[in-house]
């Protein structure tokens, strides 16, 4: 056995540490475009000179090796404090803007964090800017003037080193802690090193072939780590990314226009909403990546017509750093509704029972994975981290099977199957028959609590405008391609889906507040 610890100059030669991303583009590509949003625009010798700058900036404030909380909206600004964030060594704390300040403030202390990056327009809001001065910590302010004590991201790289900064980073050090959309109790922290996000992008880089002459979109909230990948991605490779500070359908439309965007990255409903304007064509785009739900046929068509015929779903979760399976639905037209395809090339994909036997094709089970793209663990969890990596694997909480053909077909998560009369039902797939009506524009199903099938089936539906649709023709559309137990029991029709910042329906949600309707609405029945 070969015994050769490593040298100290050995550990700086191979060190993997996220920060260095921008600045190795920026020797390679200093004047190609890194950011747009609006009408600010860096190059990549900008962003990594303004990046080191604040990198210095909290070196000095807090040294390295601290929890450094965000909570920005997407911005240039918001590119720039996370990259400094990794240059220092110290560790990323992004934080779901739209959380309620109890949320917010449990993260924060939580996180343990010793400052805090936050927008002047969120700062401004006196609940939460009462809950930042009681945490006691510096403020940095980003897209406004800052303050006394609170100096605005321009203030704060003033007077600052514009080189790298000498600062020693372990490949499996802590990078960021990211908190999960925890829908009961209080949300986990998941604990990721630089190697584990560096993996992710290497092998995303591979799966996609990003180059520097790609223009990426940037939609999605960046403190949610699909965006944050996407981000990192274009980085490494010297790619632009396009800022989207909201969702507008009609500006969206003229930036892919206007800036060329090649890499569209959105949720099944963004794509609809922009080919809703049947004028829309745009040419550059040569990859379509979407996640979070399926796509109907109807709309992967008219993507494939209009927009790009690469379409590419990816998968992924806070705990095991995106992506981990993508899926090409044009590659396999025959394989419908929720398949996630194969893994990525940095992850190892099974299929568990509960005794940690893993299955062969055909056999239900957990959806489990590994590779150096999965947490370190839950921040103060132990007991957590432990029951997502029993059996020396990373446990999801997704059931799913894999094909004859090789390709994973998701069935529902574990804790949405829905148990009625004896048999098991997928909410996701009776969720795909349910949008594949044409007059349903969202749907949601889960199993509520019933006297006699234990749960019963319910789905919650958005019409689309416009459209004539009532229970009875959406019931018989059901018939029509599911099982007699599968149908729903009941359809509400509701304006809207409760869902977190990145688009993700919360059952949860939902469950609270209808299981006293559905219970009345049985009560009805046996009347």
């Not at 007991?383 to 998701?410: K, N, P």
């Not at 098991?424 to 099938?453: C, F, Q, T």
Request: glycine residues 10%; contains cysteine; aromatic residues 6%.
């Amino acid at each position: 056995m070969i015994d050769m610890p490593l040298s100290e100059a050995s550990r700086r030669i191979r060190r993997v540490a996220l920060g260095d991303l921008v600045h190795r583009t920026a020797r390679k590509f200093g004047d190609r475009p890194a950011l747009v949003d609006g009408d600010v625009r860096l190059n990549y010798a900008e962003l990594d000179a303004r990046s080191s700058r604040f990198a210095h900036h909290l070196l000095g404030a807090i040294g390295s090796g601290r929890q450094v909380g965000m909570l920005c909206g997407n911005s240039a600004e918001m590119v720039v404090a996370t990259n400094g964030i990794h240059k220092s060594g110290n560790v990323w704390v992004p934080v779901n803007t739209k959380l309620d300040v109890a949320a917010i403030d449990y993260i924060l202390r939580h996180a343990e964090v010793s400052a805090v990056v936050v927008d002047e327009a969120l700062r401004a809001d006196p609940a939460l800017g009462a809950a930042l001065h009681a945490l006691g910590v510096p403020l940095v302010v980003t897209l406004g003037g800052g303050a006394p004590g609170a100096p605005s991201l321009a203030q704060a790289e003033a007077g600052q080193p514009d080189t790298l900064p000498e600062v020693d980073i372990e490949g499996e050090q802590p990078a960021l802690l990211m908190y999960t959309s925890g829908t009961t109790g209080h949300p986990k922290g998941v604990v990721h090193s630089h190697l584990s996000v560096m993996t992710a992008i290497a092998g995303n880089v591979a799966t996609v072939g990003y180059t520097e002459r790609d223009v990426v979109s940037c939609l999605l909230p960046l403190f949610h780590c699909a965006q944050h990948g996407l981000a990192a991605n274009a980085s490494a490779v010297g790619a632009c990314l396009v800022i989207a500070r909201a969702f507008d359908p009609a500006l969206l439309r003229q930036s892919i226009l206007d800036e060329g965007i090649t890499i569209f990255f959105g949720l099944p409903m963004m794509y609809a909403a922009l080919l809703a304007d049947p004028g829309f064509a745009p040419t550059t785009v040569r990859q379509g990546i979407y996640a979070m739900a399926p796509v109907p046929e109807p709309l992967l068509k008219a993507i494939a017509a209009r927009m790009t015929p690469n379409l590419m779903l990816g998968t992924g979760q806070t705990e095991i750093y995106p992506v981990t399976m993508t899926f090409k639905p044009a590659e396999h037209p025959a394989l419908g509704g929720n398949y996630w395809g194969v893994s990525a090339i940095h992850c190892e994909t099974a299929v568990m029972d509960d005794e940690g036997r893993l299955l062969p094709p055909g056999q239900v089970g957990e959806i489990v994975h590994r590779g150096a793209n999965v947490m370190l663990g839950y921040f103060k969890d132990p007991e957590a981290t432990a029951a997502a990596q029993r059996f020396g694997w990373h446990h999801t909480g997704d059931l799913g099977m894999w094909s004859d053909e090789g390709q994973m077909l998701f069935l529902d998560r574990k804790k949405d199957m829905i148990k009625t009369g004896g048999e098991n039902v997928a909410s996701v797939k009776v969720e795909a028959v349910v949008l594949a009506h044409p007059g349903v524009a969202g749907a949601a199903v889960l199993g509520l609590p019933h006297p006699r099938w234990a749960e019963a089936v319910c789905a919650f539906v958005v019409r689309k405008p416009g459209a004539d649709l009532d229970e009875a023709t959406l019931l018989a559309h059901c018939r029509q391609q599911l099982g007699g137990f599968e149908v729903p029991k009941l359809v509400h029709f509701v304006d809207a889906l409760p869902a977190t910042a990145t688009g993700k329906v919360q059952k949860n949600v939902l469950r609270q507040q209808f299981a006293p309707w559905a219970e009345q609405a049985w009560a009805r029945e046996s009347a």
